[in-house]
C-alpha cells in the first residue's frame, strides 16, 4: 500500500519562496512520475509540475521560470522549489505519486493530503 506525504507549506508573502517535499512510501518498484497539483476555492485543479523517471520535467506556463520540481529517487520524493510567489498561487498543493503495478498492468495514482500554500501580505 503506497501512501503518499506533503509537507512544507505555510504563510508566505509576496516575492518569497517556499520548498514542499512529496515522499512515497510502501512501493518496491519505485516511483514513475511525480506531479504536483494545485486547487485553490472556485478554481478549476491546475497541474503545477511534473517529473518523470528521467527527470524530465514540465510546467505550469505561470509557474515556469519560478519553480523548480526535483525528485530523489532513493527516498522516492519529490520537491517543489517555489520562487517570487505570488498571491495567486495561494492554494493546496497536492503530490500525486505515479506508480506501475506489475500485477496487472497498468498505472495506479497515490495521493497525498495536499499541504496548504497561502500568499499574502
Known amino acids: 500500500q503506497v501512501q503518499v506525504v506533503e509537507s512544507g507549506g505555510a504563510l508566505v508573502q509576496p516575492g518569497e519562496s517556499l520548498g514542499l517535499s512529496c515522499e512515497a512510501s510502501?512501493?518496491?518498484?519505485?516511483?514513475?512520475?511525480m506531479r504536483w497539483y494545485r486547487q485553490a476555492p472556485g478554481k478549476e485543479r491546475e497541474l503545477v509540475a511534473s517529473?518523470?523517471?528521467?527527470?524530465?520535467?514540465d510546467y505550469l506556463g505561470s509557474v515556469e521560470g519560478r519553480f523548480i520540481i526535483t525528485r530523489n529517487d532513493p527516498k522516492n520524493a519529490a520537491y517543489l522549489q517555489m520562487n517570487s510567489l505570488k498571491p495567486e498561487d495561494t492554494a493546496l498543493y497536492v503530490c500525486?505519486?505515479?506508480?506501475?503495478?506489475?500485477?496487472?498492468?497498468?498505472?495506479?495514482?497515490?495521493w497525498g493530503r495536499g499541504t496548504q500554500v497561502t500568499v499574502s501580505s
Open positions: 510502501g512501493t518496491d518498484l519505485g516511483v514513475n512520475t
Open positions: 517529473i518523470d523517471r528521467s527527470s524530465r520535467t
Open positions: 500525486d505519486a505515479e506508480v506501475f503495478e506489475a500485477i496487472g498492468g497498468g498505472y495506479r495514482h497515490y
